[in-house]
């Protein structure tokens, strides 16, 4: 199982990206797929999940900002992250989970992404 993050880069406060993550020797479509991220001396968080339906799940501090979808035809997940602020900083990981499980099984390499401000 592999996953694979894209997109990350420098961008300035106000500004957007989009993440992509290219799933591969899974069942894609039946997992649930989610985006994490860690700055620097913080814990890591769940950014945002979505379904198998495409119901998502955002964490409060990206609501109305970021949008997670899929597109189980290419196995990607994406993140569109709109109205970046500094505090978005940090190093942003794609995972997977089997529905119905806590435990998030599949996790993907990271990729930096930096708002100045």
């Known amino acids: 199982v592999q996953l694979q993050a894209f997109g990350g880069g420098l961008v300035q406060s106000g500004g957007f990206l989009r993440l992509s993550c290219l799933a591969s020797?899974?069942?894609?479509?039946?997992?649930?797929m989610g985006w994490f991220r860690q700055a620097p001396g913080k814990e890591r968080e769940l950014v945002a999940g979505?379904?198998?339906?495409?119901?998502?799940t955002y964490a409060e501090s990206v609501e109305g900002r970021f949008t997670i979808s899929r597109d189980n035809a290419k196995n990607t997940v994406y993140l569109q992250m709109n109205s970046l602020k500094s505090e978005d900083t940090a190093v942003y990981y794609c995972?997977?989970?089997?529905?119905?499980?806590?435990?998030?099984?599949?996790w993907g390499q990271g990729t930096q992404v930096t708002v100045s401000s």
């Open positions: 995972a997977g989970k089997y529905r119905g499980t806590a435990d998030w099984t599949f």
């Open positions: 979505i379904w198998r339906s495409s119901t998502a």
């Open positions: 020797g899974l069942p894609f479509s039946t997992y649930v």
